[in-house]
């Protein structure tokens, strides 16, 4: 006997559906300790992760790519429920121009600051009241290339599990490991181990090239607007500029970030600590 055919969700009214769409506000995230993630790349990498997938939304019509097709049925083989939803429906739940018919729910993950050790050689990113969703996702990916541990959120900094940081960070976020805290945590963490905080600054008179940036480095970074401000700078252990040769001032965010991580990778690899 065949298998009966999948329920289908039709009505934007649906309970289940609107409570995937408050999933859009950081408020509702945070609450139900979950996350909207859409687009075949990023729901592939989190059902290839084992990421924690409490719902795949599949809409047939839009989700014509036979790689999203085998997607759907591997989930659904590894008991993962898969809500069918009409296209009306997926395009009330999509910020994408083009929906390609396919999203996960998926449960967040963090670590507490206190339980994080870092080895010899250890790199993390902290952040400090970065406010563009879209920077945070691309620092997420970044650290994944660049081999680092992962990413410290501090304060008020935006959330890697919005959906435009999400889609920016093209699964890593499932890779990298997320931390949440307070700056005056923050500092007393990195006392207790002995960690290199290495700040930026435009007026620093240390080159990122040839700074020294220790055994164990968190690389500190500001906001987009303001940078690091001179409170914070002072509660690093060295603040490193990166040249401005033309008539800017100053990098994006996850531009200045990238270039700074994979100076710390380099400077491992040439003491053979990489």
Same mark, same amino acid.
């Given at each position: ?103 996960? =729910? ?5 670590? %507490?600051? &206190?339980?994080?050790? !870092? ?5 993390? $990113?902290?952040? *400090? ?110 603040? =490193? ?5 033309? %008539?800017? &001032?100053?990098?994006? !965010? ?5 270039? $700074?991580?994979? *100076? ?11």
């Amino acid at each position: 006997m065949p298998a009966p055919a999948p329920e289908r969700i039709t009505s934007t009214a649906n309970a289940r559906i609107k409570r995937f769409r408050a999933l859009r506000m950081r408020k509702e995230r945070d609450e139900a300790g979950l996350a909207f993630v859409e687009g075949i790349r990023t729901v592939a990498e989190a059902i290839q992760l084992r990421a924690g997938i409490e719902a795949i939304v599949d809409c047939p019509e839009l989700l014509r790519s036979a790689f999203g097709r085998d997607l759907v049925d591997t989930a659904r083989g590894a008991g993962v429920e898969v809500i069918e939803v009409s296209e009306a429906v997926f395009r009330t739940l999509s910020k994408r121009e083009g929906p390609q018919g396919i999203a996960a =729910v998926v449960r967040q993950e963090w670590e %507490r600051l &206190d339980e994080v050790r !870092l080895k010899p050689g250890g790199r993390w $990113v902290a952040l *400090e009241e970065a406010a563009d969703a879209g920077n945070i996702g691309t620092i997420v990916r970044t650290c994944d290339a660049a081999g680092a541990d992962g990413v410290i959120l501090l304060d008020h900094t935006a959330d890697p599990y919005d959906p435009v940081a999400m889609r920016a960070s093209t699964g890593a976020v499932f890779t990298v490991r997320l931390v949440r805290a307070t700056f005056e945590q923050f500092i007393d963490w990195a006392h207790a181990q002995q960690v290199s905080i290495v700040g930026t600054a435009g007026d620093a008179t240390d080159d990122y090239r040839s700074a020294d940036y220790g055994d164990r480095t968190v690389v500190l970074m500001g906001s987009e607007r303001a940078g690091l401000p001179p409170e914070r700078q002072r509660q690093c252990d060295r603040v =490193v500029s990166i040249p401005m040769l033309g %008539r800017v &001032d100053s990098l994006n !965010l996850a531009v200045a970030t990238g270039l $700074v991580l994979y *100076e710390v990778l380099e400077h491992r690899r040439r003491a053979g600590r990489a």
